[in-house]
């Protein structure tokens, strides 16, 4: 016997919606604007493209049109090289910043989550305290840490560890640096989320058996925490690969990050189609990690408990 359906309010259909109402507002119109950009011709005008069809062609129009749609700016980034190299050294600092965080992060986290209850408040306040200072502020700050003449190099040299200053400044080691710091909280926080829910029972069930420490860790501890290191993965992975602000200020030219030439062809080349493309292929670079940790939470809800 099936069960009725109860009607929503028009209140609550309101509530429902909100939230696709702002995926589409702010997420899928303007990507489709990008999207349309990408296959118009660059132009000197303002702004500086001419698109190859527009609303007020009419439906008739626009699939007349779409059907002689070029893409010239797709073409021109296979054959740069400049965009290929952007993507490659994007993901490899994005994927060696993540990995760093994570080792970093989670032994924090699990000594947060296994302190006592009256310090875990006092704990993730510490650990969320960067962000009550500006971002721009606190990159700005490791500029002078890692200069030349800066206070590491300073440090270092006093303790005679070195003998003449790094090069640490305008590398690709600094915008790794740059990152992991700004980025940790995020990585963090999920991680702290996923092992303060853990029973204890579970450990201590392990323990009884006679699982040692550590095999109590890699059986017990971290294959439950899996979903919090995916979500930590993801939300400091994803942001890092289209970061602008750090390697601009902390790498040095030859810092190829997709962010900065995107920038680049926005502002200075005023080639908005190619930009446009470019940040096209980023989003669809980007899909593929969050298609594969959703497949992974959908095997973890099946299997038994």
Same mark, same amino acid.
């Given at each position: 016997?099936?069960?009725?359906?109860?009607?929503?309010?028009?209140?609550?259909?309101?509530?429902?919606?909100?939230?696709?109402?702002w995926i589409v507002v702010f997420f899928?119109?303007?990507?489709?604007?990008?999207?349309?950009?990408?296959?118009?011709?660059?132009?000197?005008?303002?702004?500086?493209?001419?698109?190859?069809?527009?609303?007020?062609?009419?439906?008739?129009?626009?699939?007349?049109?779409?059907?002689?749609?070029?893409?010239?700016?797709?073409?021109?980034?296979?054959?740069?090289?400049?965009?290929?190299?952007?993507?490659?050294?994007?993901?490899?600092?994005?994927?060696?910043?993540?990995?760093?965080?994570?080792?970093?992060?989670?032994?924090?986290?699990?000594?947060?989550?296994?302190?006592?209850?009256?310090?875990?408040?006092?704990?993730?306040?510490?650990?969320?305290?960067?962000?009550?200072?500006?971002?721009?502020?606190?990159?700005?700050?490791?500029?002078?840490?890692?200069?030349?003449?800066?206070?590491?190099?300073?440090?270092?040299?006093?303790?005679?560890?070195?003998?003449?200053?790094?090069?640490?400044?305008?590398?690709?080691?600094?915008?790794?640096?740059?990152?992991?710091?700004?980025?940790?909280?995020?990585?963090? @926080?999920?991680?702290?989320?996923?092992?303060? %829910?853990?029973? *204890? =029972?579970?450990?201590? +069930? !392990?323990?009884? &058996?006679? $699982?040692?420490?550590?095999?109590?860790?890699?059986?017990?501890?971290?294959?439950?925490?899996?979903?919090?290191?995916?979500?930590?993965?993801?939300?400091?992975?994803?942001?890092?690969?289209?970061?602008?602000?750090?390697?601009?200020?902390?790498?040095?030219?030859?810092?190829?990050?997709?962010?900065?030439? @995107?920038?680049?062809?926005?502002?200075?080349? %005023?080639?908005? *189609? =190619?930009?446009?493309? +470019? !940040?096209?292929? &980023?989003? $669809?670079?980007?899909?593929?990690?969050?298609?594969?940790?959703?497949?992974?939470?959908?095997?973890?809800?099946?299997?038994?408990?």
């Amino acid at each position: 016997m099936s069960v009725p359906r109860k009607k929503l309010s028009g209140g609550q259909r309101a509530v429902l919606a909100a939230p696709y109402l702002w995926i589409v507002v702010f997420f899928l119109a303007p990507m489709a604007l990008i999207a349309k950009i990408s296959l118009s011709h660059p132009a000197e005008t303002r702004p500086p493209y001419e698109p190859t069809f527009s609303i007020d062609d009419g439906l008739a129009g626009v699939l007349a049109k779409a059907r002689t749609l070029g893409f010239d700016a797709y073409r021109a980034l296979a054959d740069d090289r400049l965009y290929l190299d952007s993507y490659l050294t994007s993901l490899l600092i994005a994927g060696v910043s993540t990995a760093i965080m994570l080792m970093i992060a989670y032994p924090f986290a699990l000594t947060m989550a296994r302190a006592p209850r009256r310090l875990r408040s006092l704990l993730i306040g510490l650990a969320v305290a960067p962000f009550w200072t500006s971002f721009l502020i606190r990159v700005y700050a490791w500029i002078a840490l890692l200069k030349d003449e800066g206070l590491i190099n300073h440090a270092l040299m006093a303790l005679h560890i070195i003998d003449a200053p790094l090069s640490i400044y305008a590398t690709n080691g600094a915008v790794v640096i740059g990152i992991v710091y700004s980025y940790l909280p995020f990585m963090l @926080l999920p991680l702290y989320s996923a092992l303060e %829910r853990q029973d *204890p =029972a579970l450990r201590e +069930a !392990a323990a009884d &058996l006679g $699982a040692s420490p550590l095999q109590v860790f890699w059986r017990v501890t971290l294959p439950l925490s899996r979903p919090g290191v995916i979500a930590g993965c993801l939300l400091v992975f994803i942001p890092a690969v289209g970061e602008f602000v750090i390697p601009d200020l902390l790498g040095g030219s030859e810092t190829l990050m997709i962010g900065r030439t @995107l920038w680049n062809d926005f502002f200075a080349n %005023r080639d908005w *189609p =190619a930009a446009s493309a +470019a !940040a096209i292929i &980023l989003l $669809a670079l980007l899909i593929g990690p969050l298609l594969v940790a959703e497949r992974a939470r959908l095997r973890a809800e099946e299997e038994p408990s």
